[in-house]
């Protein structure tokens, strides 16, 4: 059974930064793209970043380019988004997800999600 646990999700003022952890279980994350996807009171979920399982490769919506970073350690099975420069807008329930690839497929496991807020 496959387990994703989110946290690091907390109240942060506008342009602080903070960075949200997904803990993978019961599989080895070496063989996954994560992505990280995020849901805003009254919007639909919308992806915000995802890393490759083979060559690291790193994807992002454009409102997360050069502000947002995403990492992983297998060794840990850890993946993080270290998120700076944050604004109200950044506000949602921020979820990690599993796949095969960054690019393609179905998203084969979710956690529960983490509460980013961001206000001053």
């Known amino acids: 059974q496959v387990q994703l646990r989110e946290s690091g999700g907390e109240l942060v003022q506008p342009g602080g930064s903070l960075r949200l952890s997904c803990a993978a279980s019961?599989?080895?994350?070496?063989?996954?793209?994560i992505g990280w996807f995020r849901q805003a009171p009254g919007k639909e979920r919308e992806g915000v970043s995802c890393?490759?399982?083979?060559?690291?490769?790193?994807y992002y919506i454009d409102s997360a380019k050069g502000r947002f970073t995403i990492s992983r350690d297998n060794r840990k099975k850890m993946v993080y988004l270290q998120m700076n420069t944050v604004n109200p807008e950044d506000t949602a329930v921020y979820y990690c997800?599993?796949?095969?690839?960054?690019?393609?497929?179905?998203?084969?496991?979710w956690g529960q999600g983490t509460q980013v807020t961001v206000s001053s």
């Open positions: 890393i490759s399982s083979s060559d690291g490769s790193m």
């Open positions: 997800a599993t796949r095969l690839t960054c690019r393609s497929g179905d998203w084969l496991s």
């Open positions: 019961a599989f080895a994350l070496d063989y996954y793209a």
